[in-house]
């Protein structure tokens, strides 16, 4: 009898699943309506345009299209970045501080290899994205929460938290935020923390982790400068990613950072894969090239905005009294939290029951915060799913509140 266990790393046993993965297998019931992943919806894929140009590829560059490429990336695509990071106010940026990554998850996972030692401290906002607490914490870390408000990470409380790790020798290796149209909270940081956060960042002599997947799925407000455009010391490594604002099945993204942490990522990212696809990256350097992303964006952005305004008016309709809600300005996703009494985990195979899915709130914290919330998606269903998915939902929290009063 084999007992093959005994020989993993402790680091195999740290490891958690990822809850969302995990809900994509359940969301593949077509009954199900799903508001559990982040999923772009499929109709926003421009499959037209990705075909004629990957078949132009196929014809016309697949000796380089089709064989391995620098860990870096292609260059003309870290150019066409580069000039789009300048434009979002980032400053002395060139093709030499980015590198393509296969997704931003990649991304994260490099610099939590990077940075953090067995039993080192990284500090997080909470709630915050699960797909970082996993990546992270595959590195036997250690991460302290900050609350969020409406107007992002709380900095004062950071800064106080900073001190009291100090104080007990405990240097948090870096802070991860996911500053704009948050996954799972939807909310925005303002202008004035990000410079706050910087000012934190200096003071301290630590890196900023700046997680932007959604900044360009804007609905109500436009021009959010990132944090990386106000770092003058070369400390935020800022990341986004083609999954929101083109396909996620093209697995590419994209890092800024300083010329230094930028070779030390790419080391980094060698014993991931040697490189990142270079055929999706020869078809999204075209379409960059074209001139095409932006109206894309234009045009998932008017797909979007609606599907938000039905589903916080379908919450308003049929969620019974007692909850809150946020309106996110942006992204992909809201989120909602009952009162005291109901767990969205234990209600989870309620909503299956009922057909409905979506992520619950614990799922993104590091403490034992989120029980009472849960996460909906409104970019991946349909306008009358969307609808018809919050009334199941509606009734599954009329019930347990129900219970809970009787
Ligand atoms: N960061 C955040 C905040 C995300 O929401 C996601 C995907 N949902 C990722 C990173 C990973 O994205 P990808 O690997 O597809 O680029
Ligand atoms: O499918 C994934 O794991 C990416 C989506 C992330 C999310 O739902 O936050």
């Not at 997704?103 to 797909?131: C, E, H, M, R, W």
């Not at 997680?211 to 106000?230: M, N, Q, R, S, V």
Request: charged share 25%.
């Amino acid at each position: 009898m084999s007992n093959i266990e005994r020989l993993y790393s402790d680091r195999a046993g740290k490891m958690r699943k990822s809850v969302i993965r995990e809900l994509l297998k359940v969301a593949q019931d077509p009954e199900i309506i799903s508001f559990a992943g982040g999923l772009p919806n499929p109709k926003s894929f421009p499959k037209d345009d990705l075909t004629s140009i990957a078949t132009d590829i196929m014809k016309n560059h697949s000796a380089a299209a089709l064989q391995y490429g620098t860990t870096q990336g292609v260059q003309e695509l870290r150019k066409q970045i580069a000039e789009r990071s300048l434009k979002e106010g980032m400053k002395d940026i060139s093709e030499e501080n980015i590198i393509i990554t296969n997704g931003s998850q990649q991304a994260l996972d490099t610099v939590g290899k990077l940075f953090l030692n067995p039993g080192d401290t990284a500090i997080v906002g909470l709630p915050t994205y699960l797909g970082g607490i996993n990546a992270f914490k595959s590195y036997e870390c250690y991460l302290k929460g900050i609350p969020l408000d409406e107007d992002g990470m709380v900095v004062d409380i950071l800064e106080d938290k900073i001190v009291e790790l100090l104080k007990e020798n405990i240097l948090p290796k870096f802070i991860y935020t996911v500053p704009t149209f948050q996954n799972p909270a939807g909310v925005v940081m303002s202008e004035k923390r990000r410079k706050q956060l910087i000012d934190i960042a200096n003071e301290y002599d630590l890196v900023i982790i700046e997680d932007d997947p959604y900044g360009k799925l804007a609905y109500d407000i436009k021009h959010i400068k990132p944090i990386k455009a106000f770092d003058d010391e070369g400390r935020v490594i800022y990341m986004s990613t083609f999954s929101k604002i083109l396909a996620p099945g093209f697995r590419l993204a994209w890092t800024v950072a300083s010329p230094e942490l930028t070779r030390k990522m790419i080391i980094c990212k060698q014993a991931l894969d040697l490189c990142t696809n270079t055929f999706t990256q020869y078809i999204v350097n075209e379409f960059l090239r074209q001139g095409s992303l932006d109206l894309h964006i234009m045009k998932i952005c008017e797909m979007y905005k609606p599907k938000r305004d039905i589903m916080i008016k379908s919450i308003e309709r049929y969620f019974p009294e007692g909850y809150t809600c946020n309106r996110p300005k942006g992204g992909m996703f809201t989120w909602v939290t009952f009162p005291d009494g109901i767990d969205t985990e234990t209600m989870f195979l309620d909503a299956i029951k009922h057909k409905v899915a979506y992520v619950h709130g614990k799922a993104f914290y590091v403490d034992d915060g989120g029980a009472r919330s849960l996460r909906l998606n409104f970019s991946y269903s349909s306008d009358d799913k969307i609808e018809e998915g919050i009334k199941r939902l509606g009734s599954v929290v009329d019930e347990r509140l129900k219970k809970i009063v009787a």
